[in-house]
């Protein structure tokens, strides 16, 4: 069964504070969508990379595509109104393409996904249909006194 990751690009991210969505942004030298397909193009078991964007930014997904010689990224698709037509323009896509695939959806702007993560998922859908990853968060709180 083919594994494709699906990298879902569509937000605008205006809370960001950039005049361009966030997964363009810059961080240590490579737009952090960059960073998170050269994640899935490295990992041995993914086959193929699909990346799901906003119309107006197409042509930029081409572009970093193109300059970074991701060979696993075989789609680029349009992106929908809300994540979850974006998720189901990718759904449609495969669907109509093959009978069984594994579908594992990223989000872009999360670049530090690593090679176990994506590899438990692939191992745990030989045995369910579906899965979701959690990580466990640790937040910090400040307490200020003001004098």
Same mark, same amino acid.
């Given at each position: ?28 030298? #490579?737009?952090?969508?960059?960073h998170?397909?050269?994640? =899935?193009?490295?990992? &041995?078991?993914? &086959? ?6 906003? #119309? ?18 075989? #789609? ?7 994540? #979850? $037509?974006?998720?189901l ?5 495969y669907?109509l ?6 579908l594992? =959806?990223? &989000?872009?702007?999360?670049? =530090?996904v %690593? %090679?176990?993560?994506? %590899? &438990? ?10 899965? %979701? ?5 640790? $937040? ?8």
């Amino acid at each position: 069964m083919k594994n494709i990751a699906i990298i879902l690009a569509g937000g605008v991210g205006n809370r960001f504070g950039l005049n361009m969505p966030k997964q363009f942004g810059k961080l240590a030298g #490579k737009t952090i969508i960059e960073h998170t397909i050269e994640t =899935f193009q490295k990992n &041995d078991l993914i &086959d193929e990379v699909c990346i799901v964007s906003h #119309k107006e930014w197409l042509w930029k997904i081409e572009e970093l595509v193109n300059k970074n010689n991701f060979s696993k990224v075989k #789609k680029i698709l349009n992106g929908g109104k809300e994540r #979850k $037509d974006s998720s189901l323009s990718a759904i449609n896509a495969y669907t109509l393409e093959y009978e069984e695939v594994n579908l594992i =959806f990223h &989000d872009a702007v999360r670049p =530090f996904v %690593d %090679d176990r993560i994506i %590899d &438990d998922c692939i191992t745990h859908l030989k045995h369910y249909n579906a899965i %979701d990853v959690a990580i466990p968060a640790t $937040d910090t709180i400040i307490k200020v006194k003001i004098i």
